[in-house]
């Protein structure tokens, strides 16, 4: 079965600030990657997604990550950090169901908290 | 289009109660699962159904049943709740297909707690 590591349980930035959240997976082929968001008492919201090609994905919200298949890793990143950032993230490996089909496999998130 | 939605939005249930949650979506997708959040596990998931009238466990079934009698709907029951069900609960749907061509989208959750 495959897994995705998140390291970091919570992470605390500065509006303005640089941020990075970490992601590891575990996958014997080439992933599909996913990065979700959950803001406070919602459901999740695709940020992005990698499955071939350009290493550098861009998301929504200015957020961008990228695949590094030496590090096994999918961080994501956003240049400037706002308020309205703050969140739970989750990254997510794209795995095969016995029966048949597909699914995400999660990471366990970070929570993500923004000082004004 | 609603997307998906969930109903309730919160529960309270007493050891050995019943209870379905509701998961309907309006956009025709093949695809629908049922998750569960506890704080610092991510989500697990409980069933999956690829289609009307078929369905199979997941990583974390016990517990729980579901059905799918038409596409649009895919209801979770509990029969004989227990404080370890105690839980936030995720329904998700999608096209078939791909996960990259096709995303997956979620509803916004169903807060349980069993006392």
């Known amino acids: 079965a495959q897994s995705v590591t998140q390291p970091d349980i919570h992470i605390t930035v500065s509006e303005g600030a640089s941020l990075e959240l970490r992601c590891n997976y575990s996958?014997?082929?080439?992933?599909?990657l996913f990065w979700y968001v959950q803001s406070p008492g919602q459901g999740l919201q695709l940020l992005l997604k990698?499955?071939?090609?350009?290493?550098l994905v861009q998301g929504i919200k200015g957020f961008e990550a990228e695949f590094k298949r030496s590090q096994s890793s999918f961080n994501l990143r956003k240049p400037s950090v706002h308020w309205s950032d703050a969140a739970e993230y989750f990254c997510?490996?794209?795995?095969?169901?016995?029966?048949?089909?597909?699914?995400?496999?999660f990471g366990t998130g970070t929570q993500l908290k923004v000082e004004l | 289009n609603a997307g998906v939605t969930q109903t309730p939005k919160f529960r309270i249930l007493k050891i050995g109660q019943s209870m379905t949650l509701q998961c309907a979506q309006d956009?025709?997708?093949?695809?629908m699962y049922w998750y569960r959040q506890d704080p610092g596990m991510g989500l697990k998931l409980i069933y999956y159904?690829?289609?009307?009238?078929?369905?199979d466990k997941g990583e974390v079934p016990n517990g729980y049943n579901v059905s799918r009698s038409t596409t649009e709907d895919f209801p979770l029951r509990l029969e004989l709740a227990a404080p370890s069900q105690t839980s936030v609960y995720f329904c998700?749907?999608?096209?078939?297909?791909?996960?990259?061509?096709?995303?997956?989208?979620f509803g916004p959750g169903t807060r349980l707690t069993v006392l």
């Open positions: 996958y014997g082929a080439t992933p599909y």
């Open positions: 997510a490996v794209g795995d095969i169901l016995t029966g048949g089909g597909n699914k995400l496999t």
């Open positions: 159904s690829v289609g009307a009238g078929i369905t």
């Open positions: 990698y499955f071939s090609g350009d290493t």
């Open positions: 956009m025709n997708h093949n695809y």
């Open positions: 998700a749907s999608r096209l078939a297909g791909s996960l990259v061509d096709n995303e997956q989208f």
